[in-house]
């Protein structure tokens, strides 16, 4: 099963750390994501941009409505995501844990909707 | 409609056979055939179905040498109409195909094997809402139907029903795997298993006589589940302890009635009418949880029982052990119930009055108004201390709170044998 893990975390936090608590952070997700690789469970993975960057947009009455920021204001946000195909929740949990967004943040783990072939 | 008696004969067997099949089979058949879909609520819905077909399919060619291989071919067989179907859109091809593959590969199988364990740690899953977990299992694995958890949990049976769709539902759509967790996950895994084992056991001894076959069942089928637990992790001290608990309490079930179906109080029992092989049982499991050095609710409750045997069976007073047991049972899980039980045995050492004081600590407690082995306890020590008229008023709330008429008729006689008030 897929699942997309979908890291959530206070979006100033990363600028407050030193320069070398962010080599340790950008370290430790590199570590991860070779992990992943390894075990060859990683569908794709990315870090976003600040929700500053985030534009959204929705159609009413045949018009398009474009807002600059993200659809919810909060002090967390997404800031990067993991798509992982592994056996079970249990095993996607396993790597949710090991995240380092999990000791930062929070990394919700949402199965993908699979659709027939 | 009438039928010509050969008929009507071919029809009861066939009731009775599936009906046998359907008591002794129903959550190992689910559990088999959820652990290869995943798909609970389309295991449970192909398994009636199922039982729907033998009812009516069995009258008119004979019940099968083997109904369960019988009734699990046709669910098979409805669990893959029912995800081409319903559940197509939210199914891979690919994934339609494994799982058409697992089933039909399990139908060369001839004894099915037994994954309720498995069935049991997917539903106390941790991604489950932990309130639903016990309710969850008791449908899954032993068959209830909503109204009858509801009213063992005291929830409302819309509610139930509307909640355990959705833990189903989360059952598969997040993937919640249906296997015994690793060493590390188990001992926090197991004690949702074990509660919702007991919630089924306490469910069922709420008909301590054994007049209604149904709640009969439910106290073997969780003896049965609990024993299997032990059987499969026989180094898990609080599974022992379960077990231990639950051969007490079914220890004395016939002594906890007189032979005209009056309540008897623990006190007023005849041990020699006690079950004296599910006792020593009972002791050696104890025994055998001590040694493995991890206490916990179900050890300190089983041993709690242990006393009481003992002192009935002695005359031997033991009430100080007694309070020590509740004490660290309180420490361990603060519960209302576990504090009055306490408070009992505080009265027996220090007195009616000590009884009552110590009661008062939790009578705020909002969920103790409905409870009525509270108002029992209350009026048994309000008469003590020779407050006539409050213990007489306790007596009449337990009695309206009572399901049970022969308990209701032991609360009456007790309220009755109160000194006259106003005194005459």
């Given at each position: 099963m897929?699942?997309?893990?979908m890291?959530?975390?206070?979006?100033?936090?990363?600028n407050?750390?030193?320069?070398?608590?962010q080599?340790?952070?950008?370290?430790?997700?590199?570590?991860?994501?070779?992990?992943?690789?390894?075990?060859?469970v990683?569908?794709?993975?990315?870090?976003?941009?600040?929700?500053?960057?985030?534009?959204?947009?929705?159609?009413?009455?045949?018009k398009?409505?474009?807002?600059?920021?993200?659809?919810?204001?909060?002090?967390?946000?997404i800031?990067?995501?993991?798509?992982?195909?592994?056996a079970?929740l249990?095993?996607?949990?396993?790597?949710?844990?090991?995240?380092?967004?999990?000791?930062?943040?929070?990394?919700?783990?949402?199965p993908?909707?699979?659709?027939?072939? | 409609m009438?039928?010509?008696?050969?008929?009507?004969?071919?029809r009861?067997?066939?009731?009775?056979?599936?009906?046998?099949?359907?008591?002794?089979?129903?959550?190992k058949?689910?559990?088999?055939?959820?652990?290869?879909?995943?798909?609970?609520?389309?295991?449970?819905?192909?398994?009636?179905?199922?039982?729907?077909s033998?009812?009516?399919?069995?009258?008119?060619?004979?019940?099968?040498?083997?109904?369960e291989?019988?009734?699990?071919?046709?669910?098979?067989?409805?669990?893959?109409d029912?995800?081409?179907?319903?559940?197509?859109?939210?199914?891979?091809?690919?994934?339609l195909?494994?799982?058409?593959?697992?089933?039909?590969?399990?139908?060369?199988?001839?004894?099915?094997?037994?994954?309720r364990l498995?069935?049991?740690?997917?539903?106390?899953?941790?991604?489950?809402?932990a309130?639903?977990r016990?309710?969850?299992?008791?449908?899954?694995?032993?068959?209830?139907?909503a109204?009858?958890?509801?009213?063992?949990?005291l929830?409302?049976?819309?509610?139930?029903?509307?909640?355990?769709?959705?833990?189903?539902?989360?059952?598969?759509?997040?993937?919640?795997?249906?296997?015994?967790?690793?060493r590390g996950?188990?001992?926090?895994?197991?004690?949702?298993?074990?509660?919702a084992?007991?919630?089924?056991?306490?469910?069922?001894?709420?008909?301590?006589?054994?007049?209604?076959?149904?709640?009969?069942?439910?106290?073997?089928?969780?003896?049965?589940?609990?024993?299997?637990?032990?059987?499969?992790?026989?180094?898990?001290?609080?599974?022992?302890?379960?077990?231990?608990?639950m051969?007490?309490?079914?220890?004395?079930?016939?002594?906890?009635?007189?032979?005209?179906?009056?309540?008897?109080?623990?006190?007023?029992?005849?041990?020699?009418?006690?079950?004296?092989?599910?006792?020593?049982?009972?002791?050696?499991?104890?025994?055998r949880?001590?040694?493995?050095?991890?206490?916990?609710?179900?050890?300190?409750?089983g041993?709690?029982?242990?006393?009481?045997?003992?002192?009935?069976?002695?005359?031997?007073?033991n009430?100080?052990?007694?309070?020590?047991?509740?004490?660290?049972?309180?420490?361990?899980?603060?519960?209302?119930?576990?504090?009055?039980?306490?408070?009992?045995?505080i009265?027996?050492?220090?007195?009616?009055?000590?009884?009552?004081?110590?009661?008062?600590?939790?009578?705020?407690?909002?969920?103790?108004?409905?409870?009525?082995?509270?108002?029992?306890?209350?009026?048994?020590?309000?008469?003590?201390?020779?407050?006539?008229?409050?213990?007489s008023?306790?007596?009449?709330?337990?009695?309206?709170?009572?399901?049970?008429?022969?308990?209701?008729?032991?609360?009456?006689?007790?309220?009755?044998?109160?000194?006259?008030?106003?005194?005459?």
């Open positions: 897929q699942y997309l893990l890291i959530h975390a206070e979006e100033g936090g990363w407050k750390l030193t320069k070398a608590e080599e340790q952070g950008m370290a430790a997700y590199t570590a991860y994501t070779e992990a992943l690789k390894k075990s060859g990683l569908k794709s993975s990315n870090r976003l941009q600040p929700s500053s960057a985030s534009t959204t947009v929705r159609v009413a009455n045949g398009p409505q474009v807002l600059d920021g993200p659809y919810v204001e909060s002090k967390e946000q800031g990067g995501y993991y798509l992982i195909d592994v079970d249990d095993a996607a949990i396993s790597w949710a844990s090991r995240c380092p967004g999990a000791s930062h943040g929070v990394v919700e783990v949402r993908i909707w699979s659709m027939p072939a | 009438s039928f010509p008696e050969g008929d009507a004969q071919a009861d067997h066939a009731r009775n056979t599936a009906d046998a099949v359907a008591r002794r089979n129903y959550g058949l689910v559990a088999f055939l959820a652990a290869r879909t995943r798909d609970v609520a389309a295991a449970e819905d192909a398994l009636s179905e199922a039982f729907a033998a009812l009516a399919d069995w009258p008119r060619k004979g019940c099968p040498a083997n109904p291989g019988w009734l699990l071919t046709v669910a098979r067989r409805k669990v893959i029912m995800h081409r179907g319903r559940r197509r859109h939210e199914i891979a091809a690919e994934q195909k494994i799982m058409a593959e697992g089933l039909d590969a399990a139908a060369t199988v001839t004894e099915i094997p037994d994954q498995a069935l049991m740690f997917a539903c106390a899953h941790p991604a489950i809402d309130s639903i016990a309710p969850l299992i008791l449908q899954v694995v032993l068959g209830l139907d109204k009858t958890i509801a009213s063992a949990f929830m409302s049976p819309a509610a139930v029903g509307k909640r355990l769709v959705r833990a189903k539902d989360k059952i598969r759509q997040a993937g919640i795997p249906f296997s015994v967790p690793e996950e188990l001992p926090g895994r197991l004690d949702t298993v074990l509660d084992i007991y919630a089924a056991f306490a469910e069922g001894w709420i008909d301590a006589a054994g007049m209604d076959l149904a709640r009969r069942d439910l106290t073997e089928e969780a003896m049965f589940l609990a024993r299997l637990v032990t059987e499969l992790l026989p180094a898990e001290p609080e599974a022992l302890g379960l077990l231990a608990l051969l007490h309490a079914e220890a004395r079930r016939h002594a906890r009635r007189n032979r005209h179906g009056d309540y008897v109080p623990l006190a007023e029992q005849d041990p020699a009418l006690w079950d004296s092989q599910m006792i020593d049982e009972a002791e050696a499991l104890l025994r949880a001590s040694v493995l050095g991890s206490i916990g609710r179900y050890q300190l409750e041993a709690l029982q242990s006393a009481h045997v003992y002192r009935c069976r002695t005359g031997h007073a009430w100080a052990e007694v309070v020590q047991l509740y004490d660290a049972l309180l420490a361990l899980a603060g519960s209302p119930v576990v504090a009055i039980n306490r408070a009992l045995a009265a027996e050492v220090h007195g009616a009055s000590a009884g009552l004081a110590a009661m008062q600590e939790v009578a705020a407690d909002v969920r103790l108004a409905e409870y009525q082995p509270f108002w029992a306890a209350r009026a048994e020590l309000l008469a003590k201390t020779g407050a006539q008229a409050e213990a008023h306790a007596y009449e709330i337990a009695i309206g709170l009572e399901r049970d008429a022969s308990v209701r008729r032991f609360l009456q006689l007790r309220q009755s044998a109160l000194a006259p008030w106003p005194p005459r």
